[in-house]
């Protein structure tokens, strides 16, 4: 076995990793912008980015000239010490989010991870009781596995901790209900990434904002997949024109480098961790800082935050004015999208895209999503728009 075909690595792939992801599309050598090459040569755009994550596409001079400089320079200190990078990353991150005075980050080392900060945040209100959503997603740790509704990822592990309540998603009267005076927090997505890119009306933020606020609870926000430029704006609550108590943050974050992040807002959520309540190991080492300093500052240079917006209408617009029977609607903010479709063929086009050179992601049976670097072009868009028709015609409709 040479190793040297896509075929030849994944039956590599198939003895030595541990197969809960199931067999990879294919092994990816290399990339360049928003575009990626196999061990094979083939060359895809992608328009998946690693799931939100590669935010400067691959390759970025700006990521990869950081990361180098860093790793010549210090690349982990440990918790006894900080780093100029990490305080400046954090602060970077308060001034962005528009957090009060008394605000503060936690730096880890994913978006699961922010997430169990988080809920341990949630218990120093005194109570136990959360509540989340139906469809969502917040991570496979344990903690952040009972948050996630998707019973196929949550029922080989229970019992999950206790006390967590899942109410449907976008209803006002059920999460009126819900929130009483002895819920911690309420724990929302601005957007639904792992559910098939289902927004949150803003008034359904605005309500659990209200709601939280009238009954002491947290309202925290999970942006791992929104945050960081993706939606639109630096973050999908600004949008809703809500505030939220505690935001987490990974993904597009590190441009690939793994950090994760919560982000408290105000003295009194704030305090509510302290000295020796919680830690990590390798969160917010100057490498990952230097990663996310980096990726902020390559956003705010290069008008990315515009940038996605403008994509990401210009794509979802283009792909309605197919017309194709196929297309239901186009759903989602900035460069995360959703196409959804009449019928459950979801992954057969997620096939043929592959086959002729584009990385989209299957996220249901019956929707598409699109979260490509936040550096792709209208232009690069529209050569996937161009063979949409192609890689549904054909398909079983309703």
């Known amino acids: 076995m040479s190793g040297t075909t896509v075929k030849d690595w994944l039956e590599r792939y198939d003895h ?6 199931g067999q990879p599309r294919t092994v990816l050598a290399r990339g360049e912008g928003a575009v990626v090459e196999d061990v094979e040569g083939t060359r895809y ?10 935010s400067l596409g691959h390759g970025h001079p700006a990521l990869v000239r950081a990361v180098a400089e860093q790793a010549a320079s210090l690349v982990h200190v440990s918790n006894f010490f900080t780093t100029p990078g990490q305080v400046q990353l954090a602060e970077r991150l308060l001034a962005l989010a528009g957090a009060p005075d008394g605000s503060a980050v936690f730096f880890a080392n994913s978006g699961t991870e922010a997430l169990e900060a988080a809920v341990k945040l949630s218990r120093r209100t005194g109570r136990t009781r959360i509540i989340a959503a139906e469809g969502a997603f917040h991570g496979r740790t344990t903690g952040a596995l009972a ?3 998707k019973p196929a990822y949550r029922e080989p592990f229970e019992p999950l901790i206790p006390e967590v309540v899942h109410v449907p998603w976008n209803d006002q009267d059920a999460l009126r209900a819900a929130v009483t005076a002895d819920v911690a927090a309420v724990v929302l997505e601005p957007i639904q990434g ?35 430029a993706r939606t639109g704006s630096w973050f999908a609550f600004q949008q809703a024109g809500v505030t939220p108590d ?30 020796g309540q919680h830690g990590t190991t390798f969160g917010g080492n100057p490498l990952a800082v230097a990663a996310g300093l980096a990726v902020l500052d390559t956003i705010e240079a290069e008008g990315l935050v515009e940038h996605a917006r403008v994509a990401g209408d210009h794509v979802a617009a283009a792909v309605l004015a197919l017309g194709h029977p196929l297309v239901a609607e186009v759903r989602g903010a900035g460069l ?23 990385i989209v992601n299957a996220v249901t049976p019956s929707a598409l999503r699109l979260a490509p670097p936040l550096v792709v072009t209208t232009e690069q868009l529209d050569t996937f728009v161009a063979a949409l028709p192609a890689l549904l015609d054909g398909l079983e409709t309703p």
């Open 16 to 21: 030595a990793l541990l197969g809960v992801f």
């Open 45 to 54: 755009l992608d328009l998946l980015g690693g799931i939100a994550v590669n």
């Open 147 to 149: 948050l996630t509704h």
């Open 194 to 228: 792992e559910a098939g890119v289902r927004p949150a009306d803003p008034a359904y933020l605005q309500l659990a904002r209200e709601l939280t606020t009238a009954h002491g609870a947290l309202l925290v926000l999970d942006e791992v997949q929104t945050g960081v």
């Open 336 to 358: 995360l999208r959703a196409v959804q479709l009449t019928a459950d063929v979801a992954p057969q086009v997620a096939d043929r895209a592959l086959a002729a050179g584009f």
């Open 246 to 275: 505690a935001m987490t943050l990974a993904k597009g974050l590190g441009g690939g480098v793994p950090i994760g992040a919560l982000v408290t807002f105000g003295p009194e959520v704030t305090g509510l961790l302290t000295a």
